[in-house]
Nanobody, 123 residues
Framework: QVQLVESGGGLVQAGGSLRLSCAASGRTFSSYAMGWFRQAPGKEREFVSVISWSGGSTYYAESVKGRFTLSRDNAKNTVYLQMNSLKPEDTAVYYC????????????????WGQGTQVTVSS
């Protein structure tokens, strides 16, 4: 069992930055790939980024590539999503998710989810 808790969301002006954190419980954190997804009002939850269990591989949605950076610290059971050059269209609830070993772009393939953290970007 893995429990995930996101933090770091908030209100920021366009062009600003935020860093989201996702703290995980459990001793097997290092064996899980970690993904970030987001859901805007009235829209489906969409893939943002994923990092492999080792941290050696990361993938990003085209909409955030070059602006967001995903990293993990397995010693701290935490993943970080650094978000720069934020745009109003980045406004959403951001969720972290975990699945064993290999990552996925699909929201349906993750076993554990956090409660989400709100990110609001004003224009």
């Amino acid at each position: 069992q893995v429990q995930l808790v996101e933090s770091g969301g908030g209100l920021v002006q366009a062009g600003g930055s935020l860093r989201l954190s996702c703290a995980a419980s459990g001793r097997t954190f290092s064996s899980y790939a970690m993904g970030w997804f987001r859901q805007a009002p009235g829209k489906e939850r969409e893939f943002v980024s994923v990092i492999s269990w080792s941290g050696g591989s990361t993938y990003y949605a085209e909409s955030v590539k070059g602006r967001f950076t995903l990293s993990r610290d397995n010693a701290k059971n935490t993943v970080y999503l650094q978000m720069n050059s934020l745009k109003p269209e980045d406004t959403a609830v951001y969720y972290c998710a975990a699945r064993p070993y290999s990552g996925s772009f699909s929201v349906y393939e993750y076993d554990y989810w956090g409660q989400g953290t709100q990110v609001t970007v004003s224009s």
